[in-house]
């Protein structure tokens, strides 16, 4: 909830706010406060990518395009894993390999559509179970 309470995407012009600042203690069930640092910065990490969540969620098509959605991802995993491997399928490739209804959707487009895919190996050489997440994320305005 306070990762979100400040909003990071605006197109308002004119007076600029001062950043608010905030002294925030987590505190256990039993009421004692965490003194852990892993803890409090998985916390900070959580809230981070929260905010990172909602820049994206809150920008406009027109700035967030299939080709700037890209280069945010690129840049993610630049900075923060070599264990992720990054693979795109763009424009007419993405109707080549069969995703026909998402290269239909977006041809028309002026930034061509893409498939991004992200796969994390952290298994460090031992057999581990396959784990899935799928998400989408639309770039475009879905006209509804």
């Given amino acids: 909830a306070i990762a979100k309470a400040f909003s990071l995407f605006s197109m308002k012009t004119g007076d600029k706010k001062e950043p608010k600042n905030l002294h925030i203690i987590f505190v256990k069930k039993d009421g004692s406060v965490v003194q852990d640092a892993t803890q409090i910065q998985a916390a900070q990490v959580a809230a981070k990518g929260t905010q990172l969540t909602a ?27 070599t264990k992720v491997k990054l693979t795109e ?6 109707a080549a390999k069969g995703y026909g209804g998402l290269h239909g959707v977006g041809k028309a487009a002026n930034c061509p ?3 991004i895919i992200l796969e994390y190996d952290g298994s460090n050489g031992k057999t581990v179970e396959t784990v899935a997440l799928v998400g989408k994320g639309i770039v475009y305005d879905t006209g509804g």
Avoid: M, N, W, Y
Avoid at 58 to 68: A, G, K, N, R
């Fill in 55 to 81: 820049r994206l969620v809150d920008s406009h098509p027109e700035l967030l395009t299939t080709t700037q959605f890209s280069k945010e991802v690129e840049a993610l995993v630049q900075e923060h894993s």
């Fill in 89 to 94: 399928i763009v424009g007419d490739e993405l």
């Fill in 113 to 115: 559509p893409r498939l």
